[in-house]
């Protein structure tokens, strides 16, 4: 007779697990999914920019390693009664605590294959594992929580609701506290030592799964590993980057913010993730952004009598610096409060009109005056915020605008191939809009920064002037009509798709500039 080898019955480690705690586990299981997909764009994003590719990456891994988790979970919990709860859950929580040590490498491997490609490749190798031991917890509490046939679909359907309001749970906490409290290497480590506490309970509850005298050795043994891994990663300092040096970094709410020097060129440099906000020259102040020089011109040349302006989108403030000089108070709207709070504490910004922070798609609904000049200058990860370029936004603005306004609007660009038309659907667009249009380009190159002018009025240059700033602007301007080109709307708007090449082609100037140590968590 064969001797059968000792097993032990789901029931039988029910019995030690209550449903109370074996629902509480799925609980926090389905917080950490979304605190772990959520958490993803904070390390991917500096490398690779906040943009729609980054967040399908990162959606199309968690789908994917939900259906592996649910069928893995579910064919193990069937096959092999001596893996425990306890043990997947560890799984998680150490491959959970590898993912700041990896993502470094993982994110310089995975360059090569660009925005779209890079980016899945990074979310896929980073978060496959973790997201797929989480997504396994389901089935094995749904086997635990079985007592027979007839409550297969009670226990499936309360698994699966507990499941989801952990992550509706998980969701909240993160947006509304950790990350505004805690950055996002502190809470990828301390969730990796809650899943950690959340494993030695079971072990300590199924008395069934681990009685024997060594049966819980192996779980010692990656526990051990685990908790040195967190414990060096607290402690770990930031990577420090050749001739560049960090006054401050801080995670705001749209990303990584960072400040720093480039010792080499005496340079400040203002970045949010993989985006230069501002650049100064440190010695005398100037930016060394040509776009914000030309922005600098346009109300002395074309509107000498303006008074009051608006500033959407803040960077390190030095369009507001020399709008101040000419003699204009200016409102300035920023999305990200440590951008606001950097501006002001490195660029030396002040501000001299309200001061708001907050999304200019709302914001811009509860200002009251009307404004001489208004500056649309937002940018971000290599290509400017869709949202903001929508003829239902531009027409807003228009409406903020005094008779004689002016509205600019700053857009990186190609002059032809590739990307071309995004620049003219922004024209045509604002052409909807706004009728008398010019364009002004900083390098008379492919790439390069456009600067579009609209206004009710026409908007006059002298052609017999000696005045350097108005000859200079002439010999900048940029014909430009709207062939190929779309108007961007809220219900169609294409310009993720159409901002693709920008985003390789700026992202591939930034990063020659730039020591790739500074993107990295």
Not at 23 to 29: G, K
Not at 347 to 356: A, D
Request: charged share 15%.
């Amino acid at each position: 007779m064969k001797t059968q080898p000792t097993t032990t019955s789901p029931q039988s480690q029910a019995s030690s697990i209550s449903n109370a705690f074996l629902f509480m586990t799925v609980t926090l299981s389905g917080g950490a999914v979304m605190i772990l997909e959520l958490l993803g764009t904070r390390i991917i994003a500096p490398f690779y920019g906040v943009s729609l590719y980054v967040w399908t990456a990162l959606i199309s891994v968690t789908m994917v390693a939900l259906a592996l988790g649910y069928y893995l979970g579910g064919f193990l919990a069937d096959r092999y009664l001596r893996l425990r709860l306890a043990h997947v859950i560890l799984l998680a929580s150490l491959t959970t605590a590898l993912v700041p040590f990896i993502s470094g490498p993982v994110l310089e491997f995975t360059n090569p294959l660009g925005i779209r490609g890079g980016a899945f490749a990074s979310a896929l190798i980073l978060f496959t594992l973790p997201l797929t031991a989480l997504a396994m917890v389901g089935p094995f509490a749904i086997k635990l929580a079985t007592r027979d046939m007839q409550g297969v679909g009670r226990a499936v359907g309360s698994i699966y609701a507990v499941s989801t309001v952990g992550s509706v749970l998980g969701t909240l906490l993160l947006a509304f506290y950790l990350l505004p409290t805690f950055g996002t290497r502190a809470i990828i480590f301390s969730l990796s030592l809650l899943l950690l506490l959340l494993a030695s309970i079971l072990i300590i509850r199924d008395k069934q799964g681990f009685s024997g005298a060594w049966s819980a050795l192996p779980f010692l043994t990656v526990a051990i590993l685990t908790c040195i891994l967190t414990a060096n990663g607290y402690a770990r300092p930031s990577q420090p980057a050749k001739d560049f040096t960090v006054l401050h970094a801080e995670e705001g709410h749209y990303g990584w913010v960072r400040v720093v020097d480039d010792e080499r060129k005496g340079f400040r440099l203002l970045l949010s993730d993989s985006s230069v906000l501002s650049a100064m020259e440190i010695a005398h102040g100037r930016t060394l952004l040509g776009y914000q020089m030309i922005l600098g011109l346009v109300p002395q040349v074309f509107r000498p009598t303006a008074s009051q302006a608006l500033l959407i989108g803040l960077g390190g403030g030095h369009v507001a610096r020399d709008l101040k000089e000419k003699g204009l108070t200016t409102d300035t709207i920023e999305i990200d409060p440590v951008v606001a709070a950097m501006a002001q504490q490195y660029f030396h910004f002040k501000p001299t009109g309200e001061f708001i922070v907050g999304d200019a798609r709302f914001e811009i609904k509860n200002l009251k005056k009307h404004y001489d000049f208004i500056i649309h200058d937002c940018f971000t990860g290599g290509s400017e915020p869709t949202h903001m370029l929508t003829v239902e936004m531009l027409a807003e603005l228009r409406n903020l605008l005094t008779e004689q306004g002016v509205l600019a609007l700053n857009y990186v660009g190609f002059t032809k191939g590739e990307g071309a038309n995004a620049v003219t659907s922004v024209y045509k667009t604002l052409a909807s809009v706004l009728p008398n249009i010019r364009v002004f380009i900083t390098e008379k190159g492919e790439f390069t920064d456009f600067i579009f002018l609209a206004s009710r009025q026409s908007l006059m240059l002298d052609p017999d002037t000696q005045d350097k700033a108005t000859k200079w602007l002439q010999d900048h301007e940029y014909a430009m009509n709207d062939a190929g080109g779309i108007i961007i709307t809220d219900d169609f708007n294409p310009m993720e798709s159409m901002q693709v090449r920008k985003a390789e082609s700026y992202r591939k100037i930034f990063m020659d500039r730039i020591a790739p140590e500074l993107l990295l968590l």
